[in-house]
């Protein structure tokens, strides 16, 4: 079969790489790609929101299934506008796109259907915001509604902060119109746990366990990025937390979003925060994690290709997932400046080390390839994971691993994974 895969980062290439291993696919095409997805897959030069072109193109090549893997064409309706095409395509449509799409509508869903999560507010304007923050308890978290890359969200410690920050998303509107509305939520304390799971509508079917480190620089300070590293499994999350998300978060929120005829098909990601008082739901997102499918995919040991037309077609509950018994761990090599401001165009040396590296992987995320070579396009650049026997097995051979690959202005978090010395 011929598969389709949109989107261009470190995530799509984790995709294709799964993809790739299918005995089912004979050729694979990404819009747009990158260079790592290239060695994989034809890249058609096509963006991942021209909706038109992607679909013409599929039907031009008798594409056999599209997997949308990047959030914005989803929330958009990419699948609602192939699927009206007659085109087979793993992801939500529009309507159950929203769960990620809008944070305000996945808190009051929480709220309504009882699952449990951090107390909030919404607010469509900033007077009415800074009211609200006069009495609050500090810190609290402010969420911009919308998509905002993973940035949207300011953890504000004092009322000075949660001013400025209302001033970022509201008026100054910095995660664009992301910040039309905002969430304001009280902040939670714990471990956080990323679980991703495959959805047919009604059946859902859980991943293994991640964590994510979102801040820039080492011991969670600086900026919040769109990931610089993650582990797979999560040594926190123990079968009696999966046992209580089981019963009172994965299941009933694929129940409320069929009651609320907005039946999700594709990948949910749950968010979660290890509260003294048990789990809670700190956000969801309607497709992979971005870093977090670059630890957990290649531990899975099912076709994907057969997972996801379960998904579309509605059988999985025929489906059993599994994992191979150990551990992966993901450093994201970094442009020197992300995620404000950085150069681009640095060529980048020791990717050949990896061919052939049984446990060893370099997803490409921003690279390009030119007459010189391939080349650093973005502010996160390379995937570099490692697996291994346990996680500090895993994590010891990641960080062996960054050392294979070279380009100016290269930066990455020294800690990841740190916590799992801890466990």
């Known amino acids: 079969m011929k598969v389709l895969i949109v989107g261009s980062g470190g995530r799509e290439h984790a995709i294709a790489a799964s993809v790739a291993k299918s005995p089912r696919v004979e050729k694979i ?102 009211e609200y923050l006069e009495t609050a308890r500090f810190p609290i978290v402010l969420k911009a509604d919308g998509l905002a890359l993973g940035k949207g969200v300011l953890i504000c410690r004092t009322k000075e902060e949660a001013f400025a920050g209302v001033k970022t998303i509201m008026e100054d509107k910095q995660f664009g119109a992301a910040g039309s509305r905002m969430v304001v939520e009280e902040f939670m304390t714990g471990r956080e746990v990323s679980v991703l799971s495959f959805v047919d509508g009604k059946t859902i079917r859980i991943m293994t366990s991640a964590q994510d480190h979102k801040r820039a620089m080492d011991g969670d300070q600086g900026l919040n990025t769109g990931g610089m590293g993650t582990f797979s499994p999560s040594p926190f999350y123990t079968p009696e937390v999966d046992a209580f998300c089981q019963k009172y978060i994965y299941q009933p929120t694929v129940d409320a979003m069929a009651a609320e005829g907005r039946p999700f098909k594709g990948v949910i990601f749950f968010g979660l925060m290890l509260t003294p008082e048990g789990p809670r739901v ?142």
């Open 282 to 423: 700190l956000e969801y997102n309607a497709r992979f994690g971005d870093p977090e499918a670059q630890v957990v995919l290649p531990r899975m040991k099912n076709d994907i290709i057969e997972v996801m037309e379960a998904c579309v077609d509605g059988t999985l509950d025929r489906i059993r997932l599994e994992f191979e018994d150990n551990a992966a761990v993901c450093v994201i090599l970094a442009s020197q400046g992300y995620p404000v401001s950085y150069e681009k165009g640095f060529v980048i040396q020791g990717l050949e080390r990896f061919e052939g590296a049984e446990g060893y992987y370099c997803f490409h995320a921003g690279t390009k390839q030119t007459e010189q070579g391939i080349v650093t396009n973005g502010g996160r650049v390379l995937g570099i994971t490692a697996k291994g026997k346990d996680l500090l097995t895993a994590r010891e051979n990641a960080y062996k691993a960054t050392e294979w690959v070279s380009f100016s202005n290269k930066y990455m978090r020294r800690d990841i994974g740190k916590a799992i010395e801890e466990a």
């Open 29 to 130: 095409y990404c819009a747009p790609g990158n260079a790592g997805i290239g060695q994989i897959a034809e890249c058609v030069p096509i963006g991942a929101m021209e909706f038109d072109a992607l679909t013409a193109f599929a039907k031009e090549k008798a594409v056999d299934f599209t997997i949308v893997g990047m959030d914005d064409p989803l929330v958009g309706g990419l699948v609602d506008v192939m699927e009206a095409q007659g085109l087979r395509v793993f992801g939500p449509r529009r309507n159950a796109a929203i769960l990620e799409g809008s944070k305000a509508f996945s808190k009051d869903l929480m709220k309504k259907y009882g699952i449990p999560t951090a107390a909030y507010e919404t607010f469509d304007s900033p007077q009415a915001a800074y």
